[in-house]
Each structure stands twice: as structure tokens, then as C-alpha cells.
């Protein structure tokens, strides 16, 4: 079946630091990949999607590139802020039953 | 153009008893999908509507079932409440053709606790 591998959290980083959440993935064909972001007491909200191989999405300063050979989509970002603390979450869609597969999240700490 | 709204906020039951949890869908949308939630664990995925018919199912038991709409609005139902139902529970609506995947857009969820 599908699964998504995060790494394990909590990250901690200081302000302006660089931050990479590795995400790794198992499924066949060609699922969509999905970065969710859940501030503390809050839903999910969108931060980026790619739909195909070397697709590359990005939203407020964050990056990921679908990388099918390493069936990755590691999320980056050059320099965070303390309202980047947040857990986020890797995701994958497959077209059959339109449901959406979630990593374990990763709880990111950023501080001042 | 109104988001994913869902009611209500928090909800405190007992065990056995049975539960209802409503979502209204981002307008123009027309598939919604819920979710449980764990504390410390990541969304699962518990059924998906699509024009008012179950589109797709995790591996949850009967006693999770729903409802949508005409308007899109959608209901999950809990019956039986066990205390490992305790959890927050999202709702997602997309606009899907019922086999292709697109974007789900997510609701600030309902925590249940069940005591």
C-alpha cells in the first residue's frame, strides 16, 4: 500500500537558520505530493503541492521538488522565522479514491 | 469566497454514546473527505463523498458513517463511542470528478474527547 516516511521531530533551529523536513514516499504509479502545515490548535493548510515528476512547488519562501528516482520531496527552506513553528506534514494523493496518505508530521521549533 | 467550516469546535462524550460532526464545504467544492487525527500522529483517512455517494473508505468500522448534502454540507456519525475515538477530526472539500485527485483544503476540525 501507499506510506510516507517523515523524519522524526522535534527540529529546533534559531531564526534565519536553513531547515530541511525529509519526506520519502512508497506507491505505485505517479501520486501527488502534498506539504500540510498545522499551527498549534488549527486544521491544515495547504503550503505546496507537485503533481508530477520534477515538478518544483513553493509558497512563502518553502520548496520541495518531486524527485521520483529517490521517490522524495524534501521540503526546504533558506531562512525561518519563529512563526514557522509549526508540525508539518508530507502527503501523497493517488487518483483511486481521492485519499490523501499522511507522514507522522514533523514539529519544527524556531527560536529567537 | 468562505472557507472550510466545521461545528462543533470541541465536544465532550462517554463512551457508547453516539455522535454527529458537521462540515460545510469551501463553495464551488464538491467532494468532502474526513479525517481522524490522533494526538501526535498524522490525518487518516476515514471515507471521501462525492455527489452524495461514499467514494472511497479507510480501514475504519461501520459504525463511522456520513452524509452529504445536496448543498455539499457533510455529516460524520460515530456510533458506539470508544475511548480511542478520542481525537481531532478534519473535514476536506475539493472539487474532484470522483476519480482524479486534486487539491483537499481543510477545516479547523472537531476534537472529540470521549471519557
Known amino acids: 500500500g501507499n506510506s510516507v516516511t517523515q523524519m522524526e521531530g522535534p527540529v529546533t533551529l534559531s531564526e534565519e537558520a536553513f531547515l530541511t523536513i525529509n519526506c520519502t514516499y512508497t506507491?505505485?504509479?505517479?501520486?501527488?505530493l502534498f506539504w500540510y502545515v498545522q499551527y498549534p490548535g488549527e486544521g491544515l493548510q495547504l503550503l505546496l503541492k507537485a503533481t508530477k515528476a520534477d515538478d518544483k512547488g513553493s509558497n512563502k519562501g518553502f520548496e520541495a521538488t518531486y524527485r521520483k528516482e529517490t521517490t522524495s520531496f524534501h521540503l526546504e527552506k533558506g531562512s525561518v522565522q519563529v512563526s514557522d513553528s509549526a508540525v508539518y506534514f508530507c502527503?501523497?494523493?493517488?487518483?483511486?479514491?481521492?485519499?490523501?496518505?499522511f507522514g507522522g508530521g514533523t514539529r519544527v521549533l524556531v527560536k529567537p | 469566497e468562505t472557507g472550510v467550516t466545521q461545528s462543533p469546535t470541541h465536544l465532550i462524550k462517554t463512551r457508547g454514546q453516539q455522535v454527529t460532526l458537521r462540515c460545510s464545504s469551501q463553495s464551488g467544492h464538491n467532494t468532502v473527505s474526513w479525517y481522524q487525527q490522533a494526538l501526535g500522529q498524522g490525518p487518516q483517512f476515514i471515507f471521501q463523498?462525492?455527489?452524495?455517494?461514499e467514494n472511497g473508505r479507510g480501514n475504519f468500522p461501520p459504525r463511522f458513517s456520513g452524509l452529504q448534502f445536496p448543498n455539499y454540507s457533510s455529516e460524520l456519525n460515530v456510533n458506539a463511542l470508544e475511548l480511542d475515538d478520542s481525537a481531532l477530526y478534519l473535514c476536506?472539500?475539493?472539487w474532484g470528478e470522483g476519480s482524479v485527485g486534486d487539491t483537499q483544503y481543510f477545516g479547523p476540525g472537531t476534537r472529540l474527547t470521549v471519557l
Open positions: 476536506a472539500s475539493g
Open positions: 502527503a501523497l494523493l493517488k487518483a483511486a479514491g481521492n485519499k490523501l496518505t
Open positions: 506507491a505505485t504509479g505517479y501520486p501527488s
Open positions: 463523498y462525492y455527489r452524495e455517494e
